[in-house]
């Protein structure tokens, strides 16, 4: 006959050899790992939290920054933001208008203002080719003439200024006096102008830091303004489907399970087989 104090005892000793059992051990260590394992996904989450926080704080005060690169081009860079959208409208409001306008999930977004300073000096060192041009004369009336004219500044095969005009002259001459012929100059319009520029620019990471650049050939090149944003994957799930998970226990699974449990006779046991898992959690 089994007593409340010989069930008690049943229960306990029973206890006990599952605590004492290897199955018992292993569940405790998978249940220590995924602790570690969330505490150290909580550590990554504030260590990137603080990077990205130091990284806003510097693109809010950088200024554009100009080098040299490798191919002896000019390039504008500036530290860049690394935002939710929601984020973006607080730290910059003019960024956020502009991701705002755009169709579509917008990734990263540059805004630039480049401005072409050229001096004597620079053009006679840079252009290759100078080709100016005068057209057929065309009479307009009595001592008045219309010159077209063409004026051409090639710097290399993709950048190049394609200026087409006319000028309005208007002729004098003084036959009795034995004067030349002069033509004063009664206006002129540029009819047509062609601009072709070479523009580089994207986001890179240098020093651990996200940077907005802008490079060109063109001579005289700078960059008025800069700056960028690149909308954080882990606040856009539209950019998150397009970057390649490399998680552990992301979504649903199959696999061996073990539980803890007590039977009919009040008995603790452990209960193995195969298992379906929906991981909330991912590392």
């Known amino acids: 006959m089994n007593t409340p104090y010989s069930k008690t005892q049943n229960f306990f000793r029973g206890l006990w050899s599952v605590i004492n059992s290897r199955i018992f051990l292993i569940i405790l260590i998978v249940i220590a790992g995924l602790f570690i394992a969330k505490s150290c996904s909580d550590i990554n989450i504030l260590e990137r939290e603080s990077v990205i926080a130091v990284q806003n704080a510097l693109a809010l005060n950088d200024n554009i920054t100009y080098i040299m690169n490798e191919n002896d081009v000019l390039q504008a860079s500036i530290m860049g933001y690394i935002v939710s959208k929601k984020e973006l409208r607080k730290l910059n409001k003019d960024l956020f208008d502009e991701v705002k306008k755009q169709d579509g999930k917008i990734v990263t977004l540059n805004k630039t203002v480049i401005r072409l300073t050229q001096n004597e000096e620079e053009l006679e060192k840079h252009i290759n080719e100078l ?20 004026l051409v500044y090639s710097y290399d095969s993709t950048n190049f200024d394609k200026l087409i005009g006319r000028t309005t002259v208007k002729a004098t001459h003084d036959a009795t006096n034995g004067e030349p012929i002069q033509f004063k100059n009664i206006g002129t319009k540029l009819v047509s102008r062609t601009t072709q520029i070479q523009l580089t620019f ?82």
């Open 131 to 150: 080709e100016s041009k005068f057209g057929a004369i065309t009479p307009l009336s009595d001592n008045m003439y219309s010159v077209p004219w063409q």
């Open 202 to 283: 994207g986001q890179k990471v240098v020093d651990n830091k996200l940077q907005v650049y802008v490079t060109s050939p063109y001579p005289g090149f700078t960059a008025a303004s800069l700056e960028g944003v690149l909308i954080d994957p882990n606040t856009n799930p539209y950019i998150r489907k397009l970057i390649k998970k490399k998680h552990w226990f992301t979504g649903f699974g199959l696999g061996v399970s073990a539980t803890v449990g007590v039977n009919t006779s009040g008995i603790p046991i452990v209960v193995i087989g195969l298992g379906a898992t929906y991981n909330i959690y991912s590392f």
